[in-house]
């Protein structure tokens, strides 16, 4: 089964067409990372999958049609979403910013102290004053308390400190585990270590799906992907 | 020092009722980015609901009696309107401002047209205890006791609003919306809903703010366009006091009571200054606007 189905995914914003016909699938389980250089539509792509742009085409996650759907019935179906800029609520605390989140009446905040603790510790600090990688943490724990089956996230590497990429990946590999993920970055290490599948994406288009183990070929990766070896 | 001091409890009373004026427009501003131009037909509705549900109820059940059930009214009839205005026009026009503007405006317009057709432009008047037209000595000073009326209101609105945003799920919601709303909807939640309680909330405290205009400063008397009137007071607290922040309001309705009414006092009865009042508070604005763009508390514009 896949979890994600996208057919002939079309945007356009500002008069230019960010998204010209895209189709792939994301299968059930693990990371499929969604390739390509900066500005070919990776974010509008993830946008468009849960309604927050205006699209033509189909879009089927978790096996639903989300035609129509507005974007918080569409999250509601199981679809976490990690922003690339983190959008962490800043005037609100670590807590306000998680107790929002809570979608289920058991919110899995144990599994989530037990991966960020320092979020415990900081459940009353304004999340405006965290660091960015604290505010990745309170990005990523929104996702989690919900055990959403599917989770979209965008660029989690970006601004992060090599080590925090590492702890980044090792929460990822973890979640991995129980949802599927579709991962836009551009971390290369990070893709190689989690990705099994990869789609790429060019000019609005996707022009390349297959294993990550194809990425082998860094002169490859570079040449096409605009990705940089990293972590 | 005792007429000073009368001034100064006159203009905070004043401020109180400016404050629930703005509190809901501040909202529905900062969370929904719509100008809302109906927002002082709100006002003149809750007070009109007052007067129509005191003057019809038995005048045994006594004023006191009579006058709390005005003010549930009041708040009830604010909600209703704002409630109502939300769901069948705002609602659609939620990406054009300029036809939220024209809207808002010409709903305004519309049902002031029927309210001076249904009830006539004479003034109607609002039956209220005898003590609240009575003053209380404090000291050496003579304190009219519907400013306490007003004062409390404005208190108790003030808390009940600052624990609803901090304590509550919506307020949490609001709050975050004020922040950026597409963020909350694609962590599941519905912002629509957050949308139409704001209206509501904004519409109970302007309808308060109509009939307590009314009771404080209109003698006891309610008038079709009282609202339209409030607005441009409202319009300004809320840029003063920050788009959005209900304790820039809070403290923004102060300033502009306070200026006011000593204004007024103190040079107002000038010839050729009448209206120095009016003109004060848009000074007020203006130095505000100059040395703080965003206004006292409010987010970045």
């Known amino acids: ?36 250089r900066n500005g070919v539509g990776k974010t509008t792509t993830l946008r468009a999958l849960l309604g927050m742009v205006e699209r033509r085409g189909e879009v089927r996650l978790l096996g639903t049609d989300t035609a129509g759907l507005a974007t918080h019935r569409v999250v509601r179906l199981g679809v976490g979403y990690v922003p690339e800029d983190r959008d962490v609520f800043s005037g609100l605390s670590v807590e306000e910013n998680l107790r929002l989140a809570e979608q289920r009446s058991d919110p899995l905040y144990d599994e989530v102290f037990a991966l960020f603790p320092e979020l415990k510790e900081r459940a009353r600090q304004r999340a405006g004053t965290l660091s960015g990688g604290q505010q990745q943490m309170v990005a990523i724990a929104r996702v989690l308390l919900n055990g959403w089956p599917l989770l979209l996230v965008d660029e989690p590497s970006k601004g992060l400190a090599p080590l925090l990429v590492s702890d980044l990946a090792d929460v ?21 270590r989690l990705a099994s599948r990869v789609i790429v994406l060019d000019h609005g288009e996707v022009i390349h799906t297959g294993s990550s183990a194809e990425l082998a070929d860094e002169s490859l990766a570079r040449r096409f992907l605009g990705v940089t070896s990293g972590a | 020092m005792s007429v000073f001091l009368a001034l100064t409890f006159s203009g905070v009373a004043l401020g109180a009722v400016y404050f629930l004026a703005a509190s809901g427009l501040s909202l529905i501003y900062g969370l929904m980015d719509i100008l809302n131009f109906a927002h002082g037909l709100f006002m003149t509705l809750g007070a009109y609901a007052a007067w129509d549900v005191a003057t019809h109820l038995p005048a045994s059940w006594g004023a006191p009696t009579l006058f709390g059930v005005a003010l549930v009214a009041s708040i009830l009839g604010g909600a209703l309107a704002a409630g109502l205005t939300e769901v069948l026009i705002i ?19 519309a049902v002031v047209g029927l309210l001076l057709g249904g009830f006539g432009s004479n003034s109607l008047s609002v039956p209220v205890p005898l003590w609240m037209m009575e003053a209380s000595k404090i000291g050496s000073v003579n304190l009219p006791n519907a400013d306490f009326v007003a004062l409390l209101a404005g208190v108790i609105v003030l808390v009940a609003l600052e624990w609803f945003l901090a304590r509550t799920r919506f307020g949490i919601t609001i709050r975050a919306g004020v922040e950026n709303r597409t963020m909350v909807s694609a962590l599941g939640v519905h912002v629509g809903r957050a949308f139409t309680l704001v209206f509501i909330i904004g519409g109970a405290m302007a309808g308060l703010a109509g009939l307590l205009y009314s009771v404080v400063f209109s003698g006891d008397l309610v008038s079709p366009t009282q609202g339209d009137s409030l607005l441009i007071f409202a319009f300004i607290v809320v840029v003063i006091g920050g788009l959005g922040s209900i304790r820039g309001s809070a403290i923004a309705a102060l300033l502009v009571g306070l200026v006011q009414d000593y204004t007024n006092f ?4 000038h010839p050729g200054f009448a209206e120095i009042g009016n003109l004060s508070v848009v000074l007020l604005l203006a130095v505000v606007l100059e040395w703080r763009p965003r206004g006292l508390l409010g987010r970045a514009l």
């Open chain 2, 91 to 109: 609602r659609h026009l939620y990406a054009r401002p300029v036809s939220q503007i024209l809207v808002t405006i010409g709903l305004d317009l």
């Open chain 1, 1 to 36: 089964m896949n979890a994600v189905e996208v057919r002939e995914l079309s945007v356009t914003l500002g008069g230019s067409h960010v998204l010209q016909g895209v189709t792939f699938d994301v299968p059930a389980g693990g990371v499929t990372a969604l390739l390509g």
């Open chain 2, 266 to 269: 103190y040079l107002g009865t």
């Open chain 1, 172 to 192: 990822l590999e973890r979640v991995a585990e129980r949802s599927t993920i579709l991962l836009v970055e551009q971390n290369l290490a990070l893709i190689k």
